[in-house]
C-alpha cells in the first residue's frame, strides 16, 4: 500500500521541521570563518583532468 503524494509530502514537511527544531546550525567560528576561507583555497587549485595523473596540481599563491 502506499501513501497519496499529498500525504507523503505532509510526512517529508513534518519530518523535516521536527530535525530543524532539534538540530541547531553551527554557528562557531571554526565554521564561520575557516570554511570561506577553505572555498577560496579550493578554488585556486586547476582542474586536472581524471587521464592526468603525471603530477599533483599546483596551488597558485
Not at 31 to 58: G, N, Y
Request: no cysteine.
Amino acid at each position: 500500500m502506499t501513501a497519496s503524494a499529498p500525504h507523503q509530502h505532509d510526512r517529508l514537511a513534518a519530518v523535516s521541521n521536527a530535525l530543524r527544531a532539534s538540530l541547531s546550525v553551527p554557528t562557531d567560528t571554526f565554521i564561520t570563518e575557516d570554511i570561506p576561507l577553505l572555498l577560496t583555497r579550493l578554488s585556486q587549485i586547476p582542474p586536472v583532468s581524471a587521464k592526468d595523473t603525471t603530477s599533483p596540481p599546483q596551488i597558485r599563491n
